[in-house]
């Protein structure tokens, strides 16, 4: 049976080991949070991106099936 000591030991290693899991998810808490905003804010960016293509694919000329672009 492990000594009063040793159980204090224990704790105390237990103590610190919560502390470190406790502060390293909050930096990852904190790492989601601003990757979850860069996504958005790319996602955002590819939609505008995306509708200026849409916007200069339809100023494109339709071409008929001979070839030649119709006016």
């Given at each position: 049976?492990?000594?009063?000591?040793?159980?204090?030991?224990?704790?105390?290693?237990?103590l610190?080991?919560?502390?470190?899991?406790?502060?390293t998810?909050?930096?990852?808490?904190?790492?989601?949070?601003?990757?979850?905003?860069?996504?958005?804010?790319?996602?955002?960016?590819?939609?505008?991106?995306?509708?200026?293509?849409?916007?200069?694919?339809?100023?494109?000329?339709?071409?008929?099936?001979?070839?030649?672009?119709?006016?």
């Amino acid at each position: 049976m492990p000594s009063i000591t040793d159980l204090i030991d224990r704790v105390e290693r237990l103590l610190l080991r919560h502390d470190e899991l406790k502060r390293t998810n909050t930096l990852l808490q904190e790492q989601v949070k601003e990757l979850s905003h860069e996504r958005d804010n790319l996602r955002s960016r590819l939609n505008a991106a995306r509708a200026r293509i849409d916007v200069l694919l339809e100023r494109l000329p339709v071409e008929n099936e001979s070839g030649k672009s119709s006016s």
